[in-house]
């Protein structure tokens, strides 16, 4: 008989809806509790969703919680990981995986010490759009992927949401929060990255917040909001990537892959779902395709479930560790090199994570082996 397991989150701010909506779609994990620095954020989710308010010490004595969600903002994603694997629970957590390499290493370190699994955000790529654009490349649809590029082009958060500060904090800037959903989506369309050349730039030193429920009138600018970086893929792939807070309006694609037999346009990784385009030379222009694998309303959450799943044996978890290590070893690769003006070789790799299977429908991932 397959196994639900019990899980936990910390954290009720602004990311924690998305959560408590799809988590009851996984037949295989019951939400048992929720806990929060402000308790009174944590009441509330618990008395909308039907869920367990606890303190975060309540939740991870818990001995029912096998799992435990970590949804706090980035400065506190390490000291917490550590906290929950320290208690014995299986880690799963929002990006980025840390502020740096040393911080991601002691969370994979304690969690193998431990025979617990980590992992994080962004699961994005397990949604229905990316998965479909995988079984393209994997089918042969482009053949080799020899180039593509990668843009998140927008003017920052501090236009709707309520605490924006931690945004232009060191974990956050463009890179560190967008960067995770192209470098993850990427990684699993081509695999891991070899090498980056990247420049950075900061338009702003304070940004004026204006989102309506926001305490705070402005915040300072302590990380670039701007980055341009060359990525060289271990395929070969060469991949043009630039994230910015720092731009009012664009008309690039979000991700574009070209290779030796045509061109895939894949959509926003930032999304589950989306329009995902091929061109074939014997086409007389993008061709729209129907998208062959289901999940793809906002399904933050799968990847947490996608680890609890593995948690019984079959395909290891797709949101695993190492590959929120090696996305987090990029990431400071691509900050290392705008700032010494130099190339940086990525130490750490990982496999592909493995695709879903395709026609897996809504509500079927615990069905999966
Ligand atoms: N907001 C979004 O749209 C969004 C989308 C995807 C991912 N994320 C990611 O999710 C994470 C959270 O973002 P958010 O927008 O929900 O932030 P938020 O500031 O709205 O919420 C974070 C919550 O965590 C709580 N918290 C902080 N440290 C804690 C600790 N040590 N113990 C217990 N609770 C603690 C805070 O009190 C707050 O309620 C970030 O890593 C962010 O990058 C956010």
Known sequence: MKKCTCIGVIGCGNISDAYFNALPSFPHVRLKAAS??????????AERYGFRAMTTEELLADPEIELVINLTTPEFHTAVNMRILEAGKHAYTEKPFGLDREAGRKVL???????LQTGGAPDTFLGGAHQ???????????????????????????????????????????????????????????????????????AFSERTITAPEAKEKSCPVEVDTHVAAVLRFV????????????????SLPCIELHGTEGSLSVPD?????????????????????????GYTDNMRGI?????????SGGVPARTCGRL????????????????????????????????LPAGLRH???????
């Open 36 to 45: 929060d620095l402000l308790p009174e954020r944590s009441k509330a989710k």
């Open 109 to 115: 370190e304690l969690a193998a010490e431990k025979g």
């Open 132 to 202: 479909t654009c995988r079984a393209l490349i994997d089918s042969g649809a482009i053949g080799r992927v020899v180039s593509g590029t990668a843009f998140m082009q927008c003017h920052g958060h501090e236009s709707w949401h309520p605490g924006p500060a931690f945004y232009y904090r060191r974990g956050g800037g463009p890179l560190f929060d967008m960067g995770p959903y192209y470098l993850t989506a990427l990684v699993n369309l081509l695999g891991p990255v070899a090498e980056v050349a990247a420049f950075g730039s900061r």
């Open 235 to 250: 395929s070969g792939a060469v991949v043009n990537f630039a994230m910015s807070f720092d731009v009012w309006r664009h």
């Open 269 to 293: 990784p930032n999304c589950f779902g989306g329009e995902v385009k091929l061109f074939q030379p014997h086409l007389a222009d993008w061709a729209k395709i129907k998208l062959t694998h």
């Open 303 to 311: 990847g947490a479930a996608d680890l609890a799943r593995s948690l």
């Open 324 to 355: 929120a290590y090696h996305v987090l070893d990029v990431m400071c690769a691509i900050s290392e090199s705008a700032e010494r003006g130099a190339f940086v070789k990525i130490e750490s790799a990982c496999d592909r994570p493995a695709p």
């Open 363 to 369: 509500g079927q991932l615990e069905l999966e082996a």
